[in-house]
């Protein structure tokens, strides 16, 4: 049972280039979310996926966007990377409804766009 | 979602207890208070949520003021593997499962 896998864990972008970061996670859960951590902050939203076949945005989606592929797996995608796209990007995943208390956090991927 | 207030630091000595304060005075009647930590940027971590009353688990304990304005987690015997930066987050329990995450209190444990 691996819980929540990203790849890549490292990635360095030039400004403009694209890159989708992957996410996957075999708890079988329904919802996923996209996070990104900046130095020294808190983690913010960037969409999240109440269950398989839908999407909405979280407090930073501007520059990104997803695909919940199926139940298991939920990517984001940069389409043309900023400077100030750079970041630690977190995937996680929870079961829907009176228990969805508790997250499982992936163990991140690196951003750095130059 | 109810904001949250925290300590951006605190200093606990190995051993000791570790008493982690929140402040969430807005905090509405269908909201739970959730901990989670990060340690070392890795991803969070979820240690305990509740409603109204204390709660405890094998990794804490919470308490919340009667008028649930206020938590304190509760780390019983700190180690130096729980330095870590310490999340307090309030929300209404649902189909979405949203977090909103401030910047947290970064818990030192000291030898």
């Known amino acids: 049972n691996a819980g929540v896998t990203q790849t890549p864990k490292f990635q360095v972008l030039k400004t403009g280039q694209s890159m989708t970061l992957q996410c996957a996670q075999d708890m079988n859960h329904n919802s996923m979310y996209w996070y990104r951590q900046d130095p020294g902050m808190g983690l913010r939203l960037i969409y999240y996926s109440a269950s398989e076949g839908t999407t909405d945005k979280g407090e930073v989606p501007n520059g990104y966007n997803v695909s919940r592929l199926n139940k298991r797996e939920f990517s984001l995608r940069l389409e043309s990377a900023a400077p100030s796209q750079t970041s630690v990007y977190f995937c996680a995943s929870s079961t829907p409804g009176p228990s969805s208390y508790e997250q499982y956090f992936g163990p991140g991927t690196r951003l750095t766009v130059t | 979602d109810a904001k949250t207030t925290q300590p951006p630091s605190m200093d606990c000595a190995e051993g000791r207890a570790a008493n982690l304060p929140c402040n969430h005075s807005?905090?509405?009647?269908?909201?739970?208070v959730y901990w989670y930590r990060q340690i070392h940027s890795q991803g969070p971590q979820y240690i305990i949520h509740g409603l109204k009353n204390n709660e405890t688990n094998e990794m804490a304990s919470l308490i919340i003021t009667e008028d649930r304005k206020s938590s304190t987690l509760i780390l019983p015997h700190a180690t130096l593997r729980d330095t870590a930066v310490y999340y307090c987050i309030v929300r209404v329990v649902g189909n979405t499962g949203k977090l909103i995450f401030g910047q947290g209190t970064t818990l030192q444990v000291k030898p």
């Open positions: 807005t905090i509405s009647g269908n909201e739970y």
